[in-house]
């Protein structure tokens, strides 16, 4: 069989639709992460599923990295989240960051959600219906940024990837799994302003992250 022939051969082929016969018509492309997470995200913007759609200026996904290896989960927008659109943007999200510049990281590579996407009245505690209703979101969330390390910032955080009541002094400083995922319970950022105290005892947590995440 020579050159000539083949280069012709595969030529006719082509004509004929050969190749594409023997391969089948391409698949489309599937979705990113970040494609994926866009969708969730258009998703939550029009979400009623609960009565707090009914105060909020804007809703709050998330922010940072989606292909992060750790994932801070906190509790929900409050003032500062809602008129921008972002979580951890008042003064408990820049004590945040300032945890994680300590850890020896940026803002930019962690990815940071809460359990609910808009605000509850004058910052109350979320309620357990609304967690209920806005735990797909998270779920998803979790799922599509595949986090090594999860850190869940206070009780409410704490409490709905683990599904327990326990106080948060019975579940921070030792690891947890979620969905197979390593989870570390620590102090949320404002109780740690309303509480300086505990700082250190939080950056104990914090330090079996870093361990952790050095540990490849
Ligand atoms: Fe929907 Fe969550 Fe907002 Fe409730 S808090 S309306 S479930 S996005």
Same mark, same amino acid.
């Given at each position: 069989m020579d050159a000539a022939w083949l280069r012709k051969r595969l030529e006719l082929e082509k004509l004929m639709g050969v190749d594409a016969l023997m391969t089948g018509p391409s698949a489309p492309a599937a979705p990113g992460i970040e494609e994926e997470l866009a969708a969730a995200q258009e998703q939550v913007a029009v979400?009623? *599923?609960?009565?707090?759609?009914?105060?909020?200026?804007h809703t709050v996904f998330a922010r940072g990295n989606? @292909? *992060?290896e750790l994932m801070f989960v906190g509790e929900a927008p409050g003032h500062e989240e809602d008129v921008?659109?972002?979580?951890?943007?008042?003064p408990a999200g820049k004590l945040l960051d300032r945890m994680i510049f300590a850890m020896?990281? @940026? @803002? &930019? &590579?962690v990815y940071v959600a809460n359990i609910l996407k808009c605000r509850p009245p004058n910052n109350r505690e979320p309620r357990p219906d609304e967690i209920e209703a806005c735990y797909p979101f998270l779920k998803r969330q979790i799922e599509l940024v595949s986090p090594r390390i999860i850190c869940t910032l206070g009780r409410p955080a704490s409490n709905t990837l683990l599904r327990t009541n326990a106080a948060m002094g019975a579940l921070r400083g030792r690891w947890h799994t979620f969905d197979g995922i390593r989870l570390m319970p620590t102090y949320h950022p404002a109780y740690l302003l309303r509480s300086p105290g505990q700082k250190r005892v939080a950056w104990q947590d914090l330090k079996l992250v870093i361990v952790a995440l050095n540990e490849g």
């Open positions: 979400c009623r *599923a609960c009565r707090l759609h009914e105060g909020r200026t989606p @292909r *992060a921008q659109g972002y979580p951890f943007v008042g020896g990281l @940026r @803002r &930019e &590579e």
